[in-house]
C-alpha cells in the first residue's frame, strides 16, 4: 500500500481550492485564539502600552522583593528555582541603586522598580535625575497611618487624587504605576474604589498571613471590592517574613500562597526592618526565611 506523504497533501489542498480556502480559515482561527490566550492577563497602562503580563497560573505568579536580597535567592538552588519560572521578579532598589540602575539579571526576568511614600518625592527624584532609565515600574505606598514626616498630610488626605498624578507621571517615564491599596485608608472618597493605577497592591494582608483560611478571605473580600470598579485590575498580595506580633514560619507563608495562587497576580515579599517607618512595631528582620519559604513553594 502507498504511503501518503505530508507533499501529497498539500497537493491535494492546492488542487481542491476549497480545502485550501478551509485550511486558511482554520490556521486563521487557530492563530486569533493563540493571541487571545496569550494576551488575555497582560497589563496594559491607560496608554495602552503593554508593560508586563501575568497570569493565574502558578509558574507565571510574579513577585515584588527587595533588590539587595537577591543574592540570598541566587545562592540557593531550590529558592532560585522557584523564582526563575516565575513571571516576573520586581527588585525593589536602594536610592542609591535607583540612581546608578541595575543590570539585567540572567537567572530571571528582572523589573527595577522604585518605592515612594510621597508623590512629592517621586517627582523630585525624577526632575533631579535621582532615578535611572532602566526603572521600569513604581510602587505608591502613601497610606494615612504613615507619619506625616513621610507622607505630606495633603496627600494621605486625598489619596485617590494622589494615585492619579503619580500613575501619570509614572506612564510619563515609561514606568508601570503600582499603588498599594489599604482598605478604608487608601481608596479616595469611596469606600471600595479601586486605586487608579496598573497594579493594586494589598500589602496590610501579610498580617493575616498565619492563619491560612484568614488571609483567603481577606484578599478573597479585597480583590471582589476592587474587581467591581475594575475587574481587569491585576492584584499582587502582601507577604512578611517578619509581620507585628509572633515570629512567622515556613509553613505558614506556603500554606497561604497555596490557599490564594489562584486569585491574584503575585505576592510582595516584605521583609521589613524592625523599628522602622514602615513597620516599627515588627518582629526582628529574618531574611533567611526568604529562601526556606521558596524552597518549601518549590517542593
Known sequence: MARITIYDIFCIIIKHKKYFIFLIILLAIAGSFYTYIRNSNKIVTPNNKVISSVSNHPSNISWIVQYHFLPLVESNSAALSEFSKSNKIYAVLSNKESVKGVPPNKQFNLVPTVYFN??????????????????????????????????????????????????????????????????????????????????????????????????????????????????NMPVIVGLSTNPRGSVITANELVSSVNATINQVNGYWISIPNSGGVGCPNCSPQNPSLLTMFLEQLNK
Do not use: W
Not at 168 to 180: K, N, V
Not at 200 to 227: C, D, F, G, M, P
Open 118 to 231: 510621597s508623590y512629592d518625592q517621586f517627582s523630585s527624584a525624577l526632575s533631579n535625575n535621582k532615578i535611572s532609565s532602566n526603572v521600569k515600574a513604581a510602587i505608591f505606598d502613601d497610606s494615612s497611618d504613615t507619619p506625616s514626616t513621610v507622607v505630606p498630610t495633603v496627600e494621605a488626605k486625598n489619596p485617590y487624587l494622589y494615585d492619579q498624578k503619580f500613575s501619570s507621571l509614572a506612564h510619563q517615564y515609561g514606568m508601570l504605576s503600582m499603588c498599594d491599596y489599604i482598605l478604608g485608608k487608601r481608596i479616595g472618597s469611596k469606600i471600595g474604589e479601586a486605586p487608579p493605577c496598573d497594579v493594586a497592591l494589598l500589602n496590610y494582608s501579610q498580617q493575616s498571613e498565619r492563619s491560612a483560611s484568614k488571609y483567603k478571605s481577606v484578599v478573597s473580600s479585597a480583590i471582589e471590592t476592587i474587581h467591581k470598579t475594575n475587574p
